[in-house]
């Protein structure tokens, strides 16, 4: 039996090869959307990430000592977070819509559903930082 490859001309097999090598860097390359911001950071503060949690504010004008104070505040506001989400047996699941999207600027609905039945809504504003959108804290 001959072998399938032997039966495909190569340039057919190099030009999937190539389309199929675009199609991988084209999504690898695909920056989040404000919603799956929203929903990677509530994960990570539900699974106790404080450092990965953080990651998703903006702190692109906190300067100097007061990025210490305003990396501090974050990190009682992810303890929070974690602290009600385990209060309510834990995260079952989460969904976003995007609310509003104006230039440089989001807003997004989040419904959280905890392991004990109950469901909580929350408003995320988020702003692109360099071509990123990250959660913004007024």
């Known amino acids: 039996m001959p072998h399938f490859l032997a039966l495909v001309p190569r ?6 090869g190539a389309l199929c090598a675009c199609l991988l860097l084209a999504a690898c390359s695909s920056s989040p959307t404000p919603e799956t911001v929203v929903r ?5 503060a539900a699974n106790n990430r404080v450092e990965e949690a953080i990651g998703y504010f903006s702190l692109e004008g906190v300067k100097g000592n007061d990025l210490t104070a305003a990396k501090g505040k974050l990190m009682m506001v992810v303890g929070d977070f974690y602290s009600r989400i385990e209060g309510n047996g834990g995260l079952d699941s989460v969904s976003t819509s995007l609310a509003e999207n104006k230039d440089n600027t ?7 559903k905890f392991k004990n039945g109950q469901t909580k809504k929350e408003r995320f504003d988020l702003i692109q930082e360099s071509g990123q959108w990250k959660i ?3």
Do not use: S
């Open 136 to 138: 913004h804290l007024e």
């Open 11 to 16: 340039r057919l097999v190099a030009l999937a």
């Open 40 to 44: 990677d950071f509530i994960n990570a």
């Open 106 to 112: 989001a807003r997004v609905e989040a419904v959280m």
